[in-house]
Every structure is written in C-alpha cells, then in structure tokens.
C-alpha cells in the first residue's frame, strides 16, 4: 500500500481543482454524468493521491463497467 500524501491545504485545493477538470473531462469522454467528485471536506486524508493517479483509477473503473 501507498503511504498517504503529506500535503498542504494549498496542496490540497490545488489537488482537488485538478480533480474537478479531470471529472469534468472523463465525464464527457466516457459519457457518464453520473460521475461526481466527493466535497473538498469529505476526503480522508488518506484518499488525497496524485491527480494523474486518480485519473488512472478512473478510466480504470469505466472501462470494467
């Protein structure tokens, strides 16, 4: 297992704008509307990865669904 991220609240909202576009991006190429991203304040510090990581993770689940 992946230790978790040490980052920063600046970090983070960096993080989470990344997320937001990779959302917005995935949800049209795979037309899937129903994908959502968690609240800012919801995410377990545990749950912060990369943002390409998440993007990996993603396509990863829509192309096994």
């Not at 899937?32 to 990996?56: C, G, H, T, Y």
């Amino acid at each position: 297992m992946v230790n978790s991220l040490d980052l920063t609240q600046e970090q983070k909202e960096d993080f989470y704008k990344q997320y937001l576009v990779i959302i917005e991006d995935l949800k049209a190429e795979y037309q899937a509307p129903s994908l959502e991203l968690s609240p800012f304040d919801e995410i377990l510090e545990e749950n912060w990865i990369e943002p390409e990581e998440l993007r990996k993770r993603i396509i990863a689940s829509l192309e096994n669904h």
